[in-house]
């Protein structure tokens, strides 16, 4: 059976990488007992599917793997269990058994991302910041350069902005993801900066730590509706 288990990633926790993060969930999986399936083959491993890598430095409330069991136990335990064998910053917070017709992961069906940006230490702002993110937010065009190796291009990331929300001094920010078509929310503070007349970017207020962004949730579509991973199949009592 294949299940879906959402954890919070905090504090110090927000600066060790993805792949280090796969292995501490392996290790506490073995630690803790769980009757997980494992790959055939000369090198069989755990099979666990996570959802998009979060960007380092950042925290986040909602993040997703999903994994194959043999058998599980009730919800309530198989959460305690993992948060047993976890760092205190990194906390499973939901295990829900997928339907048995689900055949793709958490990144497959993934389609958007919430974020918080907070302005920590105060708003470097020229002006009321919802004021100005309302002004920002209703171009018909958001473009931003995007650079690669051998070219330069203008793209509109006005699509990707699905929804922004000031509240004091953060935004709350609704934002296309996925492997088909993603945007990091750097890259629409770089666009916000700008129109702000602003001299630093997006990730130079995010490295430097004048700003804090953190992942809210997860999304996929059923229907016509952005629902999140963690809503996806059933808790087992």
Known sequence: MKARIRFEKKGDLCYVGHLDIMRCFQKAIRRAGFDIAYSQGFNPHQ???????????????????????????????????????LPKELKVTSFRILPENVKTNAMATLKACRYRVDFSYGSPF???????????????????????????????????????????????????AGSDVSIKPASVLDAFFEYCGLPFSGEDAFRSGSIHITRLDQFTVVGDKYVSLGEIGEINE
């Open 47 to 85: 099979i666990l599917s996570f959802a998009s890598p979060l960007s380092l430095g950042m925290e986040s409330e909602g993040e997703y793997f999903d994994g194959e069991f043999n058998s599980v136990l009730p919800a309530s335990e198989m959460i305690k269990r993992f948060n047993e064998q």
């Open 126 to 176: 020229p002006g009321d910041l919802a004021n100005l993110w309302d002004s920002f937010s209703s171009q018909s065009n958001i473009t931003i350069e995007k650079k690669t190796r051998t070219s330069l291009s203008y793209v509109d990331i006005k699509p990707l902005l699905l929804s922004g929300i000031c509240n004091g001094d953060s935004l709350t920010l609704l934002l296309r």
